[in-house]
């Protein structure tokens, strides 16, 4: 393209000799050529680099270095206004530890995840199946079961929050009119940690769902074929063909919506309808992130804010390493009964 | 192309996917539909089926209550700042790590995947003691800073680049004398769009829908979309048509975003997922 093709050849393939530029017009080219050859060489070695560093710069400084700073203020008394004070080593644990609104955030945090991540994946390995077929306007389906995606947590726990009315709400409504009694939705411990979950099922389910059908499609369709022939039903290949397939998939899924899930702050807080929103009255519906911001904005103590972050990181790997293992296993289990036919 | 030799699905399978696409719009509906009638609805025995003529008058009273159109400026400014950082920063990191050879390139791609795994939701203590440092608390600049790059983004954008562009192609253009940037900018580049417009869309999202952060840096004279609404329910909160005049007012911009780009976003999370 233009008249520095030669060196750029060069530097391509640093073994060969340099060669001669083509053709010199002017006794100015020659003195110029090498100059122009190092600058190429550097450009391919050096411009990776310039590409990546904006990247890494600004994260580092948005993203790494305040998860770091975090377990530093975590050691000191820190306060919203005052600002940093004494060094009091591991005391803030301690005391977000031995807070009894601690033991139950964690507790409602794990028991809103474990309700909405089991039935999710399996009605989202449904649907996937459902989505996997030869769909009339595959797309405009595709995008129906990502509706839900589009309405903000805050929306989402409003909305639901109204539908799980104690006296007033839809679902009571219709409880009564089929002869059930009314459920204390907002009050009864383990009936919000419901609520709460259908909010995230809600939203994320066909997300998942579509991340499962793109790697159904990936299956090789003559699998199937060669078990349509032994005489499989449509229900046994989906079990014994199709989800052992897509095994990583799932645990991909089971791993993000984990870490998602276990920071979960917008729903469980709009869920709220009292004016302190931490909760409910009996912290029946906390969860950790909603301590950390009680901790840190409105007890204004940026160290056990801090604190509680860290327990809830520690939490998150501990329970991602958890569901990790657990379905390698499952999956594992599932081969081998696979293979044992 | 992804028929299956056992050929047409059956009603069955329309029928599941008609009941699980209407179980997804009713909250929806349900949201207009309290938010179009007056506040007294809600305790009456049976809620009624239809839309009521109050949609506007209660939309009324949301902008009465909240700054509303403010917050719509602060989320729009916010998410498309945003979105357009993180897909300028992620191009170029990614298209290295997907088309260059350098000293260090699989290290770093691993901590870029690594660091996904972190909620970075956690180091909003040290982020906020910052912005308060600089005296940013408040102002929307607070809001934007922590999200103009993300891990994502660059893993996004590698993992398209890695096949949309032939490494021959890349060859031919050092061959006619292009320089790095030129080659990005006149092969890479073309070949980036549709995912540079996923990742912008799916960025724009994601930041209109987030709560936390803002919650903590932005007053409520100054809010996004997402905190309106917290003081709405915060505010008034036995009237629900009020609240859900609001949230249906401030779902319907990412609503018109979806229908217009709804192929991109299904595009985007299953392009995402199979190589995630």
Redesign the interface.
Known sequence: ?????AP??GA?SPVATPPEPPVVRRSGARAASPWRERL?RW???Y???V??S???L??LV??????V??A??SVYDWSLIG?KGEFVGLQNYRDVLENPYFVKSAVNTVSIFVLSSGPQILIALA?AG??????RG??L????????????????G??????F?DR?G?IN?ALNWVGLPSVSWHTDRLASHLAIATMVN?RWT??NA??????M??VP?DL??AS?IDGAS?FKQFTRITVPSIRP?VI?VV?TST?GGL?I??EP??FD???A?NGGSDRQFSTM?ML??DF??HLRD?GR??AT??L??LL?IVI?LLNYVLSRRFGALAHLTRRRR | MTARSVGRPGFLVYGLLTAFIVGSALPLYWSFLIGSHTKEVITRDTPPMLPGGHFLANAQRVFDSVPFWKALGNSLMVSSVAATSVVFFGTLAGYAFAKLRFRGSTPLLVFVVVTMAVPTQLGVVPLFIVMAKLGWTGSVWAAIVPTIVTAFGVFFMRQYLIDAVPDELIEAARVDGCSQFRTFVTVALPAARPAMAILWLFTFMMTWTDFFWPLIVLPAENPTVQIALNQLQSGYFKDYALVLAGTTLATIPLLVLFVATGRQFVAGIMQGAVKG
């Open positions: 393209m233009t008249g520095d093709a750029d050849e391509a190429s450009d391919v070695r411009s990776p680099y590409y990546i904006p990247f890494f600004l994260f948005v993203g790494m270095f305040p998860l700073y975090t530093v203020v600002g649907l459902l989505l996997d077929n030869a769909l595959a797309t389906w595709r995008m129906g079961v990502l509706l839900p995606f589009v309405v903000a947590p805050v929306a989402v409003i909305i639901f929050g109204s539908l009315g007033y839809l409504e809600w066909g997300y579509l991340i499962l059908l793109a790697a499609q990936a369709r199937y074929d349509a449509r998939t991909f791993i870490i920071q702050f917008a807080r709009m309808s009292t004016l929103q992130t950390v911001y840190g904005w940026l804010a801090s972050a860290w809830l990181f998150i991602a």
